[in-house]
């Protein structure tokens, strides 16, 4: 599946509910997986691949091992821990880390593809991981996470990224320097 990049504006979407039990999220599941593997990525949301529906894949365990989970209708109930501020990268952003400041751990509920309720929680890699996928389905891209001195930076390090051609998954910039933190 064709990955969806900034400024591309289906990306600032509100995502809707999917039906719960809908037999053909499992098939949009498997392609979002597919392409998230195929980019490296740790997680994906369906409006990532053009379809405006809360559904989002993450799979943050180890590089050599696939452990994915599907998320329908995920929604974060409680988020806690002192914030803390660290580099993202985003298939829909490519070329680019931007520096986004959140509360480490998340507590998220969700059903599986077939309708069940479950709940998952966790700090780290999963806790970001979570949110920012979670931010997707609201139609919140890294760009709109970042503070406002960071958004500004981080634009036109995107805008050159673009220019030297960067490709999703692609989060080591091709220019270095334009892509330095600002602290
Ligand atoms: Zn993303």
Known sequence: MKIV???DPLLNQVSEPCELGDK???KLAKQMEKTMYATDGVGIAAPQVGVLKRLIVIDVSPEDVRDPLVLVNPEIIELDGEPETEGEGCLSCPGVTVAITRKP????????LKGEEWEIEGDGLLGRCLQHEIDHLNGITLFESAEPRERIRALKAYEEARRLGA??????PACAEA???VR
């Open 5 to 7: 990049e900034s400024p």
């Open 24 to 26: 053909s999220l499992k």
């Open 105 to 112: 751990w998340a507590k998220v509920r969700y059903y599986d």
């Open 167 to 172: 490709k999703p998954g692609d989060t080591a």
């Open 179 to 181: 892509n330095r933190m």
